[in-house]
């Protein structure tokens, strides 16, 4: 049998525009002599879809645009991921279409309610398993969770007599998730004797990124063809029939569909995608998650605020990789207490990037404000009110430029900052997205140096990299002097916000107590700018956001 894993990348609320992407995808692997193509988990609404499941309108459009897609697919057997609607409850599911017709749905049976995922609250679970009779081969259908568990409907395919497990998938990318989805694939084809084609979806949702990645194992668990993480994909792929086949047993349900064998069709050599390296997956992950959060709503331009420093460096870089250097603008706001060096680096990487730069110093506006407050700043002592009104000035600018020209401001703050609340609310957290909030510091400098070898270049000036960090909000002043180092930080970062470990195993990572004290501290005492700040792409196991929704109001004190 010839099977097609087509990865899409769909875009949530698009009903036509999906569909019309899975009808060219069904032709595709048609002109490819498939005998089944398949499309992830919820490809026709967009994953997830949150609370549009409960708009009725919704659930409606989306079962009549199905329905149409249906009637205009002809030739393969297709296995489309779409919301079905049945007395009164929603269920996530497959739909199994041929020449025009539904033939029959399988329904998710394991319906995670952790991290990211809410599924519980839409959706009510199938009762089983479904298995899709195409001629002599025996389909056995999931649904992304199905396999993530020894205790899902996967387990009862061992006794039906399956050759081929098939699981629609939408997983979100966390960096390195992708060889656990290949573990348990394989760990259900060795259990079932049975290959294994998991199709998983592409593209950025706002804070999420889905990377594709769709791969078939063998009946060992070895992998035999796979697709390319982040860009679209059809991935096709030749399942041998299984010689001998222990009896099934005649429980679950089993879908008999009609299947007029290839005749004489040499085998397909199988794809596979070469392996990422970490960096490189955290690079692709961030462009991707870029480009489809300003063209998915429909921004024709972005603009960050460039410091000379080695975040919005970065960031900078990532959006031109994304939308080209045309669409990319640039603004350096000086103030006083900008060194030369990094007025001439932010300067230098606009150059080396090819994009526009606006330069609109903030000096005069810091007297101005300054004078404002005279009288009731009197008597008092400058300090971090005096610096954060620069802060909020370069945000004010760079917003004003947004609502003139329609421009999506992208913000520069990195997970490590976000993280202990380094960062001002109002002020270098204003704008619409943020490219680099859940990118630990320790990873941007890996990032930048890794950008740098892939140009053969120095794209990202070496004196950026090499500068210690500085906010540049007062004489000579140095990110450490209020952070630990952050080599030390981010791990703090990671035991305690990740991992959620507890303070007695944080507190031997350091014997600097008092550091780790005040770093918990920090992070505790930051949720509320968290809360205000704009969505970012998560590549963490836990980002903040959906991944991690803590109170603000909370007198707890580990």
């Not at 739909?95 to 033939?103: F, K, M, S, T």
């Not at 960096?175 to 084609?197: D, E, P, T, Y």
Request: proline share 6%; aromatic share 6%; charged share 20%.
């Amino acid at each position: 049998m010839r099977i097609a894993l087509a990865q899409i990348n769909a875009t949530v609320g698009g009903l036509s525009e999906n569909a019309n992407t899975i009808l060219q995808k069904t032709k595709e692997a048609q002109a490819a002599l498939a005998d089944v193509v398949i499309f992830p988990e919820l490809a026709l609404t967009g994953y997830p879809p949150e609370d549009l499941l409960l708009k009725p309108q919704f659930i409606s459009d989306s079962l009549a645009v199905l329905r149409g897609l249906a009637r205009e697919i002809t030739g393969p057997l297709c296995i489309v991921g779409f919301v079905e609607q049945e007395k009164g409850k929603l269920h996530n599911a497959a739909a199994v279409i041929q020449n025009g017709r539904i033939l029959g749905t399988y329904r998710k049976v394991c319906l995670p309610n952790y991290g990211v995922f809410d599924e519980k609250r839409y959706f009510a679970p199938g009762s089983g398993p479904l298995i899709v009779s195409v001629g002599p081969t025996r389909i056995g259908l999931s649904i992304c969770e199905d396999i993530w568990t020894d205790e899902g409907p996967v387990q009862q395919y061992r006794n039906m007599g399956v050759d081929l497990l098939v699981n629609l998938s939408a997983s979100p990318y966390y960096a390195g998730k992708i060889r656990l989805r290949q573990q348990w694939m394989a760990h259900w084809s060795r259990r079932c004797n049975a290959f294994g084609a998991y199709v998983n979806m592409v593209g950025g949702q706002d804070e999420l990124v889905f990377d594709g990645g769709s791969f078939l194992t063998n009946r060992a668990g070895k992998i035999v063809a796979s697709a390319p993480q982040f860009e679209e994909a059809l991935l096709v792929a030749d399942v041998p029939a299984q010689k001998k086949r222990r009896a099934p047993s005649r429980t679950g349900r089993i879908l008999r569909v009609r299947h007029d064998a290839l005749a004489g069709e040499p085998p397909r050599t199988p794809s596979l995608a070469p392996i990422l390296r970490p960096v490189e997956e955290i690079r692709r992950a961030l462009v991707l998650g870029t480009r489809d959060y300003v063209n998915k709503n429909r921004f024709t331009k972005i603009a960050l605020g460039i410091s000379g420093g080695i975040d919005s460096a970065l960031v900078a870089a990532l959006a031109v990789e994304a939308l080209g250097k045309d669409r990319v603008i640039g603004v350096t706001m000086p103030s006083r207490f900008t060194s030369r060096g990094t007025f001439q680096d932010s300067h230098a990487l606009a150059r080396n990037l090819g994009i526009r730069m606006i330069t609109l110093p903030i000096k005069p506006l810091v007297k101005t404000y300054a004078a404002t407050l005279k009288i009731v700043f009197q008597g008092t002592t400058p300090n971090i009110a005096e610096e954060n009104i620069q802060a909020r000035i370069r945000g004010t600018l760079l917003m004003a430029l947004s609502n003139k020209f329609g421009w999506l401001i992208l913000t520069t703050g990195n997970k490590s900052e976000i993280s202990t609340g380094y960062c001002t609310l109002y002020g270098d957290t204003a704008g619409g997205f943020a490219v680099i909030k859940d990118v630990p510091k320790m990873m941007v400098y890996a990032l930048t140096r890794h950008i740098n070898r892939t140009a053969v270049r120095n794209l990202i000036p070496l004196s950026i990299i090499n500068r210690a960090p500085t906010a540049e909000l007062k004489t000579r002043q140095k990110d450490q002097d209020t952070l630990p180092p952050y080599s030390m930080l981010d791990r703090l970062i990671k035991a305690y916000v990740e991992e959620d470990r507890p303070l007695s195993e944080i507190l031997t990572l350091t014997r600097d107590k008092s550091m780790v004290k005040k770093v918990v501290r920090m992070v505790d005492m930051s949720e509320y700018k968290r809360r205000q700040a704009p969505p970012g792409i998560k590549i963490t196991p836990k980002a903040f956001g959906r991944d991690r929704r803590m109170p603000i109001t909370n007198l707890y004190q580990p």
